[in-house]
């Protein structure tokens, strides 16, 4: 029986996770609460090395099964090493990126279809998030925002590839609305943070996470 709280956030590339992420941080160490906070790909020792294989530019000969199959085991090591122990040791785990990035990007994006679910499905062994957070926003805007200088390989990508993902995105949100939020990212970060934090505090209290 899992005994943390197991977060994730989602969304086009630009669309202010980090930001996002550096609140949490602020709220859960403001508030005393165990945590762990990770991201993907990595997270890991292996899955740090697989993000720098997965993300090169200079890797553009990179076919789409191998991307697909490399983001599922950087999740695999990541799951079994780090966020499984962590939940059960009763921590909130907040992970920048897990399984619907891998949906979104491969699946839609890269147009792999459902192969990418049923690769992810072994590869989180129904480690699956408590809540996810869906950063909306145009991916047109969320590119603009990143220097052409470090854009990654992903990053990289036409637009046409970007409006595939966010399209995706908005299907897995329907699909699984029992744990995706919508969080409308094209407001002040503050409108945004009290949004997130907000919803998650009502989490934490239904759970016994937060004592006040
Ligand atoms: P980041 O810039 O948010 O750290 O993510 C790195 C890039 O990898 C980003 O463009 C999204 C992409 N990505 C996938 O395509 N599939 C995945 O499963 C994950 C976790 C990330």
Sequence with gaps: MRRGLFITIEGPDGSGKSTQIQFMKEYFEANGIPCLFTREPGGTSIGEKLRSIIL????????????????????AQHVEELIKPALDSGKVVVCDRFIDSSIAYQ??????????????????????PDVTYLMELDPSIGKSRINADVQDRLELE??????????????????????????????????????????????LKDRGLLCR
């Design 107 to 128: 699946g839609y994006g890269r147009e792999l279809g459902d192969a990418v679910r049923v690769i992810n499905e072994y590869a989180v062994c129904g480690c699956m």
């Design 56 to 75: 090169d530019k200079d890797n553009a000969e990179m076919c789409d099964m191998t991307e697909a199959l490399l983001y599922a085991a950087s999740r």
């Design 158 to 203: 036409r637009i046409e590839f970007h409006n595939r993902v966010y399209d995706g995105y908005k299907e897995i949100a329907k699909l699984y609305d029992e744990r995706f939020v919508e969080v409308n990212a094209a407001r002040e970060k503050e409108a945004i943070r009290n949004d997130i934090i907000g919803h998650l505090e009502g989490i």
